[in-house]
């Protein structure tokens, strides 16, 4: 199995908490960045957040700093993303992806491959 399956998604009352998780097989895995998007409808999809493999370098989007958090288990090939103080604009199906091109910064989906099926996050307000 390539595709990764994320899971954790749900609606949550906006300043509540989620914990995603997206499973993936360990050829995504070892593709050295895995990534969280996102897409709310009539959008593009949009960088969350990135985790390295080695160094476990982070990278957020602005507006999830000091509320998200990635992390990854590589015994277990698995990406996490806690989420907190989630907002109504959080809401969207969010993606994880394993990096598989270098040509596109690490922030940019076009370098992405391994796309998982999504799980809808819905924040009310």
């Known amino acids: 199995q390539v595709q990764p399956v994320e899971s954790g998604g749900g609606l949550v009352q906006a300043g509540g908490s989620l914990r995603l998780s997206c499973a993936a097989s360990?050829?995504?895995?070892?593709?050295?960045?895995m990534g969280w998007f996102r897409q709310a409808p009539g959008k593009e999809r949009e960088f969350v957040a990135t985790?390295?493999?080695?160094?476990?370098?982070?990278y957020y989007r602005d507006s999830v700093k000091g509320r998200f958090t990635i992390s990854r288990d590589n015994a277990e090939n698995t990406v996490f993303l806690q989420m907190n103080d989630l907002k109504p604009e959080d809401t969207a199906v969010y993606y994880c992806?394993?990096?598989?091109?270098?040509?596109?910064?690490?922030?940019?989906?076009?370098?992405?491959?391994?796309w998982g099926q999504g799980t809808q996050v819905t924040v009310s307000s």
């Open positions: 360990g050829r995504v895995f070892s593709s050295y960045v």
């Open positions: 985790i390295g493999w080695s160094d476990g370098s982070r």
């Open positions: 992806a394993g990096r598989t091109s270098t040509y596109y910064n690490r922030t940019d989906p076009r370098g992405f491959s391994y």
